[in-house]
């Protein structure tokens, strides 16, 4: 079978997906709606850089990186790995890609099989994908265990005789057993204690150095994003709003949505006194959002044609991109 494939010096490129999930009604169960989980986004990932995607819980950021890995099935738009069209792939060539795209889950506990040694556990996609026996990968996965910071014996224990941290360590060595490309990690850190998160977000970023990693890195906390991203996309409703560079984000933010976002940043020096922007009423349902822009009821800035018509993504600078009608 012919492959569509375009020349390209990014490593992941995704345009216009979308991810929608049909809602049933009726005596029938007749399709009579769609839950718009992930309405349309476009963004590329460069080699060796971190992506962050940031939004409020249920904003479709999830459901995108899951999309991405292919763990879901695109309901529309293209994703590209490599150059190479995945958007279709089944069977052994989906099998194929994901071994260069792993994902990192938020909940390590129940992402860990608990009747399964820590060693068998990082051993198992290595045996999936390359054959052979525990013994022959031994050598290999205890070094790996020992990167990600666990201590020796770790090869020999179970999941529940470990600390949060130290499991999410343990998802973080599955997720390299295969040396993947990219990286999704989802949440990684959320359910951490604060005291151990930065030392997991600091072992993602000595790991990306070392393996030569591109992360998807999502997560709702702003200040984690920025801590570990090159460039970062917010996400509202299903809809990509604004993407752009870490630093600039955060020094100029354009997106009405994405200034509140980081007016809501606790500041470490009380003397750096930004007014905190308190947006009205709650994010609307996925099934039946907005028309016109998706912001619009909550938006501070909003003008009388944002009720109708869709601003697009569009480039402010080469490098920062704004869903609003204000910059169209
Ligand atoms: Fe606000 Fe209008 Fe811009 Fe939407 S398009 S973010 S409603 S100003």
Sequence with gaps: MSQQTQKSEHLLEV????????????????????VKAVDNISLELKRGET??????????????????TRLFK???????????????????????????I????????????????????????LINYHGG??????????????KVGLPEDAYYKYPHEFSGGQRQRIGIARALALKPKL???????????????????????????????????????????KHMSDRI????????????????LYKDPKHPYTRALISAIPQPDPRNKSERIILKGDVPS????????????RCPEAMPECSEKKPQLKGVTEEHRVSCLLYE
């Design 286 to 297: 996925p099934q039946n959002p907005p028309v016109g822009c998706p912001f619009h009821p």
């Design 102 to 125: 792993q994902m990192v889950f938020q909940d390590p506990y129940a992402s860990l099989n608990p009747k399964m040694m820590v060693g068998s556990i990082v051993t198992e996609p």
């Design 15 to 34: 345009k216009e997906l979308r991810k929608y999930y049909p809602v049933r009604g009726g005596f029938f169960r007749k399709k009579i709606g769609d």
């Design 133 to 146: 026996s525990e013994r022959k990968y031994k050598d290999e996965v205890m070094e790996l265990l020992t």
């Design 51 to 68: 992506f962050g995607l940031v939004g409020e819980s249920g904003c479709g950021k999830s459901t995108a990186g899951r999309t991405i």
């Design 233 to 248: 996309g917010v996400m509202y409703l299903g809809n990509l709003v604004e993407v752009a560079d870490a630093d600039e």
């Design 74 to 100: 695109p309901t529309e738009g293209k994703i590209f790995f490599e150059g190479k069209d995945i958007t279709r792939y089944r069977g052994p060539r989906l099998r194929n890609i994901r071994k260069d």
């Design 183 to 225: 990286i999704v990690a989802d949440e990684p850190v959320s359910a951490l204690d604060v005291s151990v998160q930065s030392q997991v977000l600091n072992l993602l970023k000595e790991l990306q150095k070392e393996f030569n990693l591109t992360l998807l890195f999502i997560a709702h906390d702003l200040s984690v994003v």
